[in-house]
């Protein structure tokens, strides 16, 4: 399975961008989904994530802003960023996990698969 992120960029403070991430490989297997971040001198932290059966989490700091969500059909994953803030600023990854991984879900550690990541800049 390789992920493939892309759509970050440079907005200003209360705009929006959506972020995708391209899916290739056998998927059958993998049960979480998720959109994680790291900014410069912080840890890698959970930003949404998506459960193979469509349940959704947010990290408190962006629940009704972002909105994640999964195309099966067409093997992509999205990340709706609205109401972006100069703290949103990091670079974000898309990772999976297959079913029975150990992992931590807050900070992605042990997840399977990762995306190359994507920088997501929030500035005047």
């Known amino acids: 399975v390789q992920l493939q992120a892309s759509g970050g960029g440079l907005v200003k403070p209360g705009g929006s961008l959506r972020l995708s991430c391209a899916v290739s490989?056998?998927?059958?297997?993998?049960?979480?989904w998720g959109w994680y971040r790291q900014a410069p001198g912080k840890q890698r932290e959970l930003v949404a994530s998506i459960a193979s059966g469509g349940n959704t989490k947010y990290a408190d700091s962006v629940k009704g802003r972002f909105t994640i969500s999964r195309d099966s059909a067409k093997k992509i994953m999205y990340l709706q960023m609205n109401s972006l803030k100069p703290e949103d600023t990091a670079v974000y990854y898309c990772?999976?996990?297959?079913?029975?991984?150990?992992?931590?879900?807050?900070?992605?550690?042990?997840?399977?698969?990762w995306g190359q990541g994507t920088q997501v800049t929030v500035s005047s």
């Open positions: 990772a999976a996990a297959r079913y029975y991984s150990d992992y931590d879900p807050r900070s992605g550690r042990g997840m399977d698969y």
């Open positions: 490989g056998v998927i059958f297997n993998i049960n979480d």
